[in-house]
């Protein structure tokens, strides 16, 4: 059979196009097989194969599992009143979970202390010089002024705008960097560098904002996230919604704002300024919601937490619309011969959520339609005369 869309020939039990990705057959939705995980629609609230796409089907309940299990560990402290393990737990979780990530699929084999130090360290620091701008901003503020009244115009645009915007400037210069050089400009590895970066950030962000919860000291207020720990005596039920909010909630926020800007900018004839956009929107309202909802005290921290779940979703849900078109876009432009095919498999390769064989150059599984670019590398034994070459 021959695909629709291009005309590549294919064999009858092909539902996909290699070339193109096209499913071969009418009653086949493209939308409900995700481009780097097509036992998952596009649209779909799945974190791991979201911000870690080269996973193969068999990895996804490990990394799942070590994150759940940091989140449980949080609440169990919070609970407990341990405040700062609750804190930490939270706020390593994502980012410690990225990092063994990179180093099990073995990416960026070539330079990786280089890549990870560039991804991970330097937005570190640059999250520590915007929690110190939040400071700055926060000193007028007299101490528990949040619990009378609402933040003045001044401060609604200096917390809800000017700081927003500052942290998605920060969080794009490690990923812009590191991208523009030629061995990390696909949009899968975008994706990765994204999620590191805005983790770190993060973690960075929430070690200045949260400092009163390892120094048991009352930090400045204007926050309701800081409001948490205003005291001595505190809800654990609020401290769990503010580490379940800081620690994990945050850094997806500030990942996926970063890779709606990056992943189309990498892809090939896709549009960046929308993703850019909506990254900045993304920021823009989390910040805006925690400003705004400081004078509700303990409701204005649940209120928070659920205006931070909404927006980590709907990053999640763009992240993976970038990254689907920009994959797609990819091997039409390689048809087209705008660009030649980057990440195309080697000979004998295998699909990693299928196991079916690859044939080189392939731009998908023809079996199941994942890109080959997100696939972790599984080759086939050496081949030997008792073990010949899988015919594609």
């Known amino acids: 059979m021959d695909c629709p869309n291009c005309s590549a020939p294919h064999a009858d039990a092909a539902r996909f196009c290699a070339r193109c990705g096209t499913p071969l ?19 779909a609230l799945a974190l791991m194969s979201t911000l870690m796409p080269h996973l193969s089907g068999g990895r996804h309940h490990v990394y799942r599992g070590v994150v759940g299990l940091a989140l449980m ?29 990179v180093h099990d699929h073995d990416l960026w084999r070539d ?92 973690l960075g962000l929430s070690v200045v904002v949260q400092r009163g919860a390892f120094a048991q000291l009352v930090p400045s207020a204007g926050n309701p996230m800081r409001a948490a720990f205003g005291s001595l005596t505190i809800d654990p039920a609020q401290a769990a919604f503010t580490a379940l909010t800081l620690g994990f909630l945050q850094p997806i926020i500030f990942a996926t704002a970063a890779a709606l800007a990056v992943v189309p900018l990498r892809g090939p004839g896709v549009n960046p300024a929308p993703g850019v956009a909506k990254g900045v929107l993304l920021l823009v309202l989390y910040e ?82 994942t890109a080959t670019a997100a696939l972790a590398r599984h080759p086939y034994p050496p081949i030997t005369a008792t073990n010949p070459a899988p015919s594609a």
């Open 111 to 202: 330079e990786p202390i280089t890549v990870i130090g560039a991804a991970f360290a330097l937005p570190l620091l640059l999250g520590v010089g915007v929690g110190l701008l939040q400071d700055h901003f926060y000193l007028p503020v007299l101490l528990n002024a949040w619990r009378q009244r609402l933040p003045t115009p001044i401060q609604i645009l200096e917390l809800g705008v000017v700081v927003p915007v500052v942290a998605f400037v920060a969080v794009l210069i490690a990923p812009t960097l590191i991208t523009a050089r030629r061995a990390f400009r696909h949009p899968v590895d975008a994706v990765v560098i994204c999620a590191l970066s805005g983790a770190a950030l993060s």
């Open 73 to 101: 560990g949080a609440l169990v402290a919070a609970a407990f009143g341990v405040l700062a393990v609750a804190l930490v737990l939270a706020a390593i979780a994502l980012p410690a979970v990225v990092l063994i990530y």
């Open 288 to 369: 805006l919601a925690t400003t705004l909802l400081a004078p509700d005290a303990a409701r204005g921290i649940v209120l928070t937490a659920l205006v931070a779940l909404v927006l980590a979703a709907a990053g999640l849900l763009g992240t993976r619309e970038a990254l689907h078109k920009s994959l797609m876009a990819e091997a039409q432009a390689a048809l087209a011969g705008d660009v030649a095919l980057d990440r195309a498999p080697d000979t004998h390769q295998i699909c990693a959520h299928c196991g079916a064989a690859i044939g080189a150059d392939a731009a998908f599984c023809q079996v199941c339609g």
């Open 25 to 43: 057959h009418v009653g086949i939705d493209r939308s409900r097989h995700f481009a780097a995980h097509p036992e998952e629609p596009v649209r």
